[in-house]
T-cell receptor, first 110, second 115 residues
Framework: GESVGLHLPTLSVQEGDNSIINCAYS??????FIWYKQESGKGPQFIID?????DKRQGQRVTVLLNKTVKHLSLQIAATQPGDSAVYFC?????????FGAGTTVTVRA | DTEVTQTPKHLVMGMTNKKSLKCEQH?????MYWYKQKAKKPPELMFV???????INESVPSRFSPECPNSSLLNLHLHALQPEDSALYLC??????????????FGPGTRLTVL
């Protein structure tokens, strides 16, 4: 699989490998952290969220990890598929607002 | 019905035109949002409506005028826009505003071009 220690704007992954997308957030007071997927020509689509009092949450083929010590959030995608090609945004919820981080464009190689 | 719809999909307008963007949801959601998204950038919050009342305006210029006629509809009226206002305008909704997070459902957006 491929992993990224720091946030990078693009990630190229071989089909079937695992992907790790990283995100740094800024507000320690945020209550929830969310990952969205945005495909070309579409609006953002919810993937998974995690509450600030948790450090790990798993969904179908996805896992979100939260490290509050270093204000870091990551999304792991298992067995990456061509349909996973998209832009991935992390977001934090605080004070009734959703604030998005810079996205990562994931391209899946056949 | 579990989606947010937006019309039109594409809009081209001149700087002197007046146009409106429309957003609709029938999920019973009481919070609705407008976001602006420039190319290769994340969405940026513009307005939040809660129970049909404007609750957040993120210092948006007055040439953008939101309106929430009822709990299912959200409009964004546009007047005297600038070319730099060209962007994807996204509408979203969630069940309630409150203090707790609820998943936001996004529409497909309206691609706006200002000439």
């Amino acid at each position: 699989g491929e992993s990224v220690g720091l946030h990078l704007p693009t990630l190229s992954v071989q089909e079937g490998d695992n992907s790790i997308i990283n995100c740094a957030y800024s507000n320690s007071a945020s209550d929830y952290f969310i990952w969205y997927k945005q495909e070309s020509g579409k609006g953002p689509q919810f993937i998974i969220d995690i509450r600030s009092n948790m450090d790990k949450r798993q969904g179908q083929r996805v896992t979100v990890l939260l490290n509050k010590t270093v204000k870091h959030l990551s999304l792991q995608i298992a067995a990456t598929q061509p349909g996973d090609s998209a832009v991935y945004f992390c977001a934090e919820f605080n004070d009734y607002k959703l604030s998005f981080g810079a996205g990562t464009t994931v391209t899946v190689r056949a | 019905d579990t989606e947010v719809t937006q019309t039109p999909k594409h809009l081209v307008m001149g700087m002197t035109n007046k146009k409106s963007l429309k957003c609709e949801q029938h999920m019973g959601h009481r919070a609705m949002y407008w976001y602006k998204q420039k190319a290769k950038k994340p969405p940026e919050l513009m307005f939040v409506y809660s129970y049909e009342k404007l609750s957040i305006n993120e210092s948006v210029p007055s040439r953008f005028s939101p309106e929430c006629p009822n709990s299912s509809l959200l409009n964004l009226h546009l007047h005297a826009l600038q070319p730099e206002d060209s962007a994807l305008y996204l509408c979203a909704s969630n069940p309630e505003r409150g203090g707790s997070y609820n998943e936001q459902f996004f529409g497909p957006g309206t691609r706006l071009t200002v000439l």
